[in-house]
């Protein structure tokens, strides 16, 4: 079933989002899903490094997955975000404008 649901949120391109998916399931099943998905990326984060793991469950059940196609911004300049993106796979180009005077 995991492996189905992780098939399910990389077709998220397509239309189908997680929460969904997820929605109809009980609780119990969302939290250990979740944790399948979300808890190992987070756990090795710099970012979360001493941080308990009653907080490092509590954010996994928040979670969802994204992907981004090839040359998709994620965030844009001088744009304010709401969003903390943990990158599992992949890769990222940083690029920034500076204005010249």
Request: charged share 20%.
């Given at each position: 079933?995991?492996?189905?649901?992780?098939?399910?949120?990389?077709?998220?391109?397509?239309?189908?989002?997680?929460?969904?998916?997820?929605?109809?399931?009980p609780t119990?099943?969302?939290?250990?899903?979740?944790?399948?998905?979300?808890?190992?990326?987070?756990?090795?984060?710099?970012?979360?490094?001493?941080?308990?793991?009653?907080?490092?469950?509590?954010?996994?059940?928040?979670?969802?997955?994204?992907?981004?196609?090839?040359?998709?911004?994620?965030?844009?300049?001088?744009?304010?975000?709401?969003?903390?993106?943990?990158?599992?796979?992949?890769?990222?180009?940083?690029?920034?404008?500076?204005?010249?005077?």
């Amino acid at each position: 079933m995991i492996d189905h649901l992780t098939l399910m949120h990389r077709t998220d391109s397509e239309g189908l989002q997680q929460q969904e998916t997820l929605e109809p399931l009980p609780t119990a099943i969302r939290s250990a899903i979740s944790y399948h998905l979300f808890y190992s990326p987070v756990d090795e984060a710099y970012l979360f490094h001493g941080v308990s793991n009653d907080l490092l469950f509590q954010l996994v059940f928040e979670m969802k997955a994204e992907y981004f196609p090839p040359k998709e911004d994620a965030i844009l300049q001088n744009e304010a975000s709401t969003d903390l993106y943990i990158l599992v796979t992949g890769a990222v180009d940083f690029i920034s404008h500076r204005n010249e005077t």
